[in-house]
């Protein structure tokens, strides 16, 4: 979903939108100073009856009222990319837990590698391996609540774009989504419950691996291809390892990003806020967007970077007012 701003003016309609093709050298001065602009203050103003977002109300309001809108929209817009965060922050929970079960997979494929198993340690490898790979796989069934999938990652750019954050769009975003895998193994029925589909770890392999690696004189004849098992499941938990352990990464540089957003936007807000408060009857709007600028800047550190994408979230949090109201 898509969320812009309109105003009007002597031109007509006009769509309120960031100027694209800045230099990476210019991004972090010149995007704020196209966001942040007078005709984007002046038109923060809004008809409580309307649902066009931004469209001036007539006879116009006092510069405050339409600053102190801003610090709302921006309010609102940091309620939604915590959201964001919350549940990015959920999947990561999930996902350390899946690579604790899949390190306690590797180290049991590790020691039983090593051969000269007694037949009860055998015994003891075989049922520690199936309790860790059904609570792997209980792992992935358990993150899909009411049919939303906690760890897919269409879910989570689903509560960024309502935040105005869109991962499509932002290319920090997408390139870490992008890097997250997909878990399969469990499959949704029409109700909502879950359902193994598939076994996650090929437990038949170890088996065998295991069968061979069992020094069992009532057992003298050993798998052949044991020695083929034990590198096929040495190969599936490593893949499955890799796989969660880059799941990670690019949850940790997502959540990131985000709070980067987050940071600048909650700066916006303390600005817009601000500037309500100390507003001079005799102040033109010129030098209320230099004041704001500077104490954007000044509060928002360095994550200028991320100004691109402020007056999009804006915007949605602009659009979440209207629709409260």
Known sequence: ??????????????????????????????TLNNVITGDFITNLSSSSKSTKVGLSKQPEEALSVTLQRGARSAAASIQSLNSGISYINIARDYTDQMLNVVDALQALVDRAGKGNIT????????????????????LVSGSVVKGRDLLSVDDMSAVLKQGGLDPDKVSELESAFKKISTFSGVEVTSTGDTRSS??????????????????????PVQDSDGSAAFTNIRRAVQEIHDKVSNNIKALDTAAELVKKNLELVRATGFAFLNASNSIGTAESVDTIVLKVRGEI??????????????KSILAAGLLSLSQKS
């Open 297 to 310: 800047r000044s509060k928002a550190g360095g994550n200028l970077s991320e100004a691109h994408n402020l």
């Open 119 to 138: 037949p009860n340690n055998a015994k003891v490898y075989k049922s520690s391996f199936d309790k860790l790979a059904k609570a792997y796989d209980e």
């Open 1 to 30: 979903m898509l969320f812009f701003l309109r105003f009007s003016g002597s031109a007509g309609w006009k769509w309120l939108i960031l100027t694209l093709g800045e230099t990476i050298s210019t991004m972090t001065i010149s």
């Open 198 to 219: 598939a076994a996650l770890f090929p437990s038949e392999d170890f088996y065998r691996a295991l069968r061979q690696a069992t020094r069992d004189p009532e057992d």
